[in-house]
């Protein structure tokens, strides 16, 4: 569902998303509907990707930046 990384990197468990390092993916269970991150970075900018599965195949993917707050 999500990428998560180490400090300076970015990812995603999108293999449509070419990114260099290594990848972190979250699964979640169909009646889940958020995921709280942990142990995030100050000032440090993540790629998250997120996407469904049915039992017809995966969904589109959503992308998007985030940052975290320096102080």
Known sequence: ?????????????????????PRRTVSKLRNETYHMFSNLQPGTTY????????????????LTEITTNIS
């Open 1 to 21: 569902m999500a990428a998560m990384t180490p400090p300076g990197q970015i990812s995603s468990s999108d293999p449509g998303v070419n990114i260099p390092g």
């Open 47 to 62: 790629l998250i990707s997120v996407r469904a599965r049915t039992a017809k195949g995966f969904g589109q993917t959503a």
